[in-house]
T-cell receptor
Framework: GESVGLHLPTLSVQEGDNSIINCAYS??????FIWYKQESGKGPQFIID?????DKRQGQRVTVLLNKTVKHLSLQIAATQPGDSAVYFC??????FGDGTTLTVKP | DTAVSQTPKYLVTQMGNDKSIKCEQN?????MYWYKQDSKKFLKIMFS???????INETVPNRFSPKSPDKAHLNLHINSLELGDSAVYFC?????????????FGPGTRLTVT
C-alpha cells in the first residue's frame, strides 16, 4: 500500500542551528505535500505546502524541498528556536500522514 | 473565533458504552475529516466528508459512524467502545476535497476507555 514515512523519529538541535526533517513517500501519483507542526496538547497546524511541479518553496524561516526522482521531501527550519519544539508531520495528496518527527530545541 | 472546535476535550468512559464527539467548523470549508492519533503520535485518517457526503472511508470498524447534518458539522459516534479505541481524535476541515489543500485541525478529543 501507499505510505508516507519520516526518516528519524526524533531530532535534537541547539537553539540557533538549522534543522532538517526528512520524509519519504511511495505514491508516484502524489502531487501535493504538506508539512504540519503539532505542539503538545494541540492539533496539527499547517506550516507550508508544495505541489509536485515545484522543487522548492520558501516560507518564513522554513523551506520545503521536493525530490520527485527519489520520492523525498524535506523541511528545513532556519535558526531554530525553542518555540519550534514540536512533532512535525509530512502529509500527501490523500491526507495520508507520515509517522512524525519530534524536534527538541535545546537552549 | 475558534475555526475548528470539538467537544468534549476529554472523554472517559467504560468499555461497551456508546459515545459521540462533536465537531464544528466556521471556516466555510466544504470538506471535513476525522483522524485518530495513537499513543505513538501516528495520525490515521478515518473518514472524510464533502458537502455532507462521505468521500473517504478508511478501514475502520463499523462501530464508528460519522454523521454530517450540514457541511459545518461532522460528528463521530462510537458504539460498544473497546480499550483499543483509546486515543486522541482530531477533526479537521479543508477548502476542497481529497486532501488537496491544507487542513485545519481542531484541538482534539482525548478518549480513554477503561
Amino acid at each position: 500500500g501507499e505510505s508516507v514515512g519520516l526518516h528519524l523519529p526524533t531530532l535534537s538541535v541547539q537553539e540557533g542551528d538549522n534543522s532538517i526533517i526528512n520524509c519519504a513517500y511511495s505514491n508516484s501519483a502524489s502531487d501535493y505535500f504538506i508539512w504540519y507542526k503539532q505542539e503538545s496538547g494541540k492539533g496539527p497546524q499547517f506550516i507550508i505546502d508544495i505541489r509536485s511541479n515545484m522543487d522548492k518553496r520558501q516560507g518564513q524561516r522554513v523551506t520545503v524541498l521536493l525530490n520527485k526522482t527519489v520520492k523525498h521531501l524535506s523541511l528545513q527550519i532556519a535558526a531554530t528556536q525553542p518555540g519550534d519544539s514540536a512533532v512535525y508531520f509530512c502529509a500527501e495528496t490523500r491526507a495520508t500522514f507520515g509517522d512524525g518527527t519530534t524536534l527538541t530545541v535545546k537552549p | 473565533d475558534t475555526a475548528v472546535s470539538q467537544t468534549p476535550k476529554y472523554l472517559v468512559t467504560q468499555m461497551g458504552n456508546d459515545k459521540s464527539i462533536k465537531c464544528e467548523q466556521n471556516l466555510g470549508h466544504d470538506t471535513m475529516y476525522w483522524y485518530k492519533q495513537d499513543s505513538k503520535k501516528f495520525l490515521k485518517i478515518m473518514f472524510s466528508y464533502n458537502n455532507k457526503e462521505l468521500i473517504i472511508n478508511e478501514t475502520v470498524p463499523n462501530r464508528f459512524s460519522p454523521k454530517s447534518p450540514d457541511k459545518a458539522h461532522l460528528n463521530l459516534h462510537i458504539n460498544s467502545l473497546e480499550l483499543g479505541d483509546s486515543a486522541v481524535y482530531f477533526c479537521a476541515s479543508s477548502p476542497s476535497t481529497g486532501g488537496l489543500r491544507e487542513q485545519y485541525f481542531g484541538p482534539g478529543t482525548r478518549l480513554t476507555v477503561t
